[in-house]
T-cell receptor, first 110, second 116 residues
């Protein structure tokens, strides 16, 4: 089983749609969880951290289910500028290496 | 966050040569990380670079192939030695500016390497 698994997509959605991405991780000791966004030919950029209680940042909502080792990202009211690859990332405590999923590609269509 | 720059931004190299990639951060950081992203793939950690000690390499990566220097808290280099076409990739450095316990990492813009 891969350490971090994501549906590669692509997800093609119209503007204004709501889209959800899922991610599972294999290491039950993982302590920190993130969603990164990577635009074509650019470096990954932190989108948001994922907390046990769930967290929201504008149109973006992240959820963590430790029992199922499952992370989700919900994007509401999709914009054309949301088109990118979304990377699910987990790690251990402290300055430990990030483990990246292969990413889910999103295309928002006008 | 942190502002990270990398040099060169891209290069085309001949088989058998070596390339050194530089990573500069605008603040002092304990650890710097070097990643590789092959075409169509996600990021794979090559090594973690601590100032004043040997880098820690991940499985599948060795010091002879990817020597790393970390002379101070704002700078690191990664050398890709004796290159082959399989080394064609994007190489990225990252930092955790807040130090231990947080793990939000920030990436440099990457170095796009093509080996002929």
């Amino acid at each position: 089983r891969k350490e971090v698994e994501q549906d590669p997509g692509p997800f093609n959605v119209p503007e204004g749609a709501t889209v959800a991405f899922n991610c599972t991780y294999s290491n039950s000791a993982s302590q920190s969880f993130f969603w990164y966004r990577q635009d074509c030919r650019k470096e990954p950029k932190l989108l948001m951290s994922v907390y046990s209680s769930g967290n929201e940042d504008g149109r973006f909502t992240a959820q963590l289910n430790r029992a199922s080792q499952y992370i989700s990202l919900l994007i509401r009211d999709s914009k054309l500028s949301d088109s990118a690859t979304y990377l699910c990332v987990v790690t251990g405590r402290g300055n430990t290496p990030l483990v990246f999923g292969k990413g889910t590609r999103l295309s928002v269509i006008a | 966050s942190a502002v990270i720059s990398q040099k060169p931004s891209r290069d085309i190299c001949q088989r058998g040569t070596s390339l050194t990639i530089q990573c500069q951060v605008d603040s002092q950081v304990t650890m710097m990380f070097w990643y590789r992203q092959q075409p169509g793939q996600s990021l794979t950690l090559i090594a973690t670079a601590n100032q004043g000690s040997e880098a820690t390499y991940e499985s599948g990566f060795v010091i002879d192939k990817f020597p790393i220097s970390r002379p101070n808290l704002t700078f690191s280099t990664l050398t890709v030695s004796n290159m082959s076409p399989e080394d064609s990739s994007i190489y990225l450095c990252s930092v955790d500016p807040r130090g231990g316990g947080n793990n939000e990492q920030f990436f440099g813009p990457g170095t796009r390497l093509t080996v002929l």
